[in-house]
């Protein structure tokens, strides 16, 4: 399965964004996620929804991302509202390869290590 980012790019404060993600095939796994990267920092969790719809979100973006999906079009979409100059950050979107165990609610879709399969990230530039 290959995933492509895109949407990024260079916004003022404020603006809005919409990442998508696209698959090359379905996948049966549980969540597809989306991780964010800074210069400097380690990958962070963003965003993540199920293929029935459950979402979990980072506190830092609550209320204003949203995380949704085209499942004909095996396609998942971050709408990125009121952007603050600290989410500048390449995002990446990544898919879990299959159910996961040991875990319950925000904990089987907000760990990377969850993640099998990789898509190349898209940056997104926030000017203040």
């Known amino acids: 399965v290959q995933l492509q980012a895109s949407g990024g790019g260079l916004v003022q404060a404020g603006g809005s964004l919409r990442l998508s993600c696209a698959a090359s095939a379905r996948t049966f796994s549980t969540y597809t996620g989306w991780f964010r990267q800074a210069p400097g920092k380690e990958r962070e969790f963003v965003a993540a929804i199920s293929w029935s719809d459950v979402k979990y979100y980072a506190d830092s973006v609550k209320g204003r991302f949203t995380a949704s999906r085209d499942g004909a079009k095996n396609t998942v979409y971050l709408q990125m509202n009121s952007l603050k100059h600290e989410d500048t950050a390449v995002y990446y979107c990544?898919?879990?390869?299959?159910?996961?165990?040991?875990?319950?609610?925000?904990?089987?879709?907000?760990?990377?290590?969850?993640?099998?399969?990789w898509g190349q990230g898209t940056l997104v530039t926030v000017s203040s």
């Open positions: 990544a898919t879990q390869n299959r159910v996961q165990y040991g875990c319950s609610g925000s904990g089987c879709a907000d760990a990377s290590s969850r993640y099998f399969y």
